[in-house]
């Protein structure tokens, strides 16, 4: 019985990118915009300590915001905040999920040790933090999903606990990774034009404020406050303004192809570049899942790079690979701990029988204690 229910859900879900391009016109009615930091948390801060992140993500927050108010007043504009505030990262997402947002952009500025690491950058949710994500909140999250418009009604009886529902749930999440490497791919185009000009691309990352987000959702870093000429444009107001209006031209890029039902589950609009092995992120909003030292799943070991719709990688798009020796090693997870690492294990092995659990320090693949 249970599997029969199951594979309806399957049927369903396999239909609705279908209906949704066909014949109904999903609007793009609510944007909620997440200024980095904030309050007592000043993120990063420049070398000679005299400006900080906080300031330079709000300013541009609310210009982004004003500008889709002015240009598009049916679309209800929310910050997470619009203050000198502190927010709590998971709060972030949960401001967006309450407000059942169409679209999460998190603004920030980016730091690094070497001060000649300067561009702009978009990230969307990576390493497939998604089977830890249904470890930790399968049941929070699969209400969410299922408020949505038609779904309760179709979804009664869906068990989080059965193995099969997580699958599903994860295919879900990979609708919203698809509108997310959209949108992150129209506010790269857009931000590539300058004022800060190196284009570091669309990349994917396990970032903790996108990690539960319902809906697409991008994280967008303006430049590095620790490159000197990043700072100086950074600073500048007509420069934000700038920002802003790239960010509001990727915007309305992105609400056209939403609203005509292209860049979603079916319709995979590519990153401009393939989506690159990146090491983990210094800044301190990616460092708080501690993403140097974590455990993953090991997938597959191949030696030639696969590209990303490779037939081994059987659908997934949240992974990453190490290289190792003549090995193009493949995981997938970012894991704190092993017990969290083993649920996830059983349920990649549904797809990937001969997946194990391997530790990582330092983006180098370590033996397991
Ligand atoms: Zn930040």
Not at 300 to 313: G, I, Q
Request: glycine content about 6%.
């Amino acid at each position: 019985m249970l599997h029969k229910v199951l594979l309806i859900f399957f049927c369903l879900l396999l239909q609705m990118p279908l209906q949704a391009q066909s014949n109904s016109r999903v609007a793009l009615r609510k944007v909620v915009i997440d200024p980095g930091h904030g309050g007592k948390d000043p993120g990063a801060v420049s070398i000679n300590k005299r400006h900080r992140e906080k300031d330079i993500t709000l300013a541009v927050s609310l210009m982004l915001g004003k500008l889709i108010k002015e240009s598009f007043p049916e679309i209800e504009v929310v910050y997470t905040r619009s203050t000198d505030l502190f927010i709590p990262l998971d709060k972030r997402s949960e401001i967006a999920n309450k407000e059942k947002a169409d679209l999460f952009i998190s603004i920030h500025v980016n730091s690094a040790r070497a001060r000649s690491a300067s561009g702009t950058e978009t990230f969307v949710m990576g390493l497939d933090k998604s089977s830890s994500n249904l470890e930790v909140s399968k049941l929070e999250n699969s209400v969410i999903v299922l408020e949505g418009d038609n779904y309760s009604t179709k979804y009664e009886g869906f068990d989080p606990n059965v193995p099969e529902s997580y699958i599903i749930f994860s295919l879900l999440q990979n609708a919203h990774l698809e509108h997310s490497l959209s949108f992150a791919s129209f506010v790269q185009e857009q931000l590539a034009k300058g004022p800060v000009k190196t284009n570091r691309g669309v990349k994917q990352a396990g970032l903790l404020v996108l990690w539960k987000a319902t809906m697409p959702a991008v994280l967008v870093e303006l430049g590095f406050i620790s490159n000197s000429s990043d700072l100086a444009v950074l600073l500048k107001r007509a420069n934000q303004e700038s920002m802003a209006r790239s960010l509001f031209t990727a915007f309305s890029n992105f609400k056209r192809v939403y609203e005509t039902g292209g860049g979603g589950s079916l319709a995979v609009s590519a990153p401009s570049k393939p989506l690159e092995n990146n090491k983990p992120i210094l800044s301190e909003e990616k460092k708080i899942i501690n993403s140097e030292e974590y455990y993953s799943i090991q997938i597959l070991a191949v030696t030639k790079r696969l590209n990303n719709n490779a037939p081994d990688l059987k659908g997934l798009k949240q992974y990453d690979y190490k290289r190792v020796g003549a090995f193009y090693k493949y995981h997938t997870g970012v894991h704190t701990d092993r017990i969290e690492a083993s649920e996830a294990l059983k349920v990649i092995r549904r797809k990937f029988p001969q997946a194990f659990i391997i530790r990582i320090e330092n983006n180098t693949i370590v033996p397991l204690k």
